[in-house]
């Protein structure tokens, strides 16, 4: 009897960098005084506008107002910029892209 399972596809998945400009929203959970805040992401998707799609989404159920979102790119993309990746941050990715999830790994409150 042959085995005619369909070998496993590649995952399309990729890890993108995100950063999430927050403006202030009733139980948003940023600190009192805050005017909004900065988050870094790494968020999977088969795209940069899927994983910006997701994050957007999540954030908006998280009771935060997302207001403007910048790419920067997979981690092939900014090593090919020259960013250094330290090992933490390679975790996350890592994480992101093995939970297909968002994970935000720094935020930033802005004051005025």
């Known amino acids: 009897m ?10 399309r998945q990729q890890v993108y960098t995100l950063l999430i400009e927050i403006g202030r929203k009733e139980g948003d959970g940023l ?14 998707g088969v795209d940069e506008a899927e994983a910006v799609r997701e994050t957007v989404a999540i954030l908006k159920q998280a009771d935060t107002a997302p207001l403007d979102v910048t790419g920067y790119g997979t981690l ?3 090593e090919a910029d020259g960013d250094e990746i330290d090992p933490e941050e390679r975790a996350l990715m890592q994480r992101a892209l093995e939970e297909n999830s968002v994970i935000v790994a720094q935020m930033t409150p802005f004051y005025d």
Do not use: H, N, Q, V
């Open 31 to 44: 600190p009192e005084k805050a005017t909004g805040a900065a988050l870094m992401c790494f968020a999977s």
């Open 76 to 78: 092939e993309e900014r």
């Open 2 to 11: 042959s085995d005619e399972r369909k070998p496993k596809k590649p995952s």
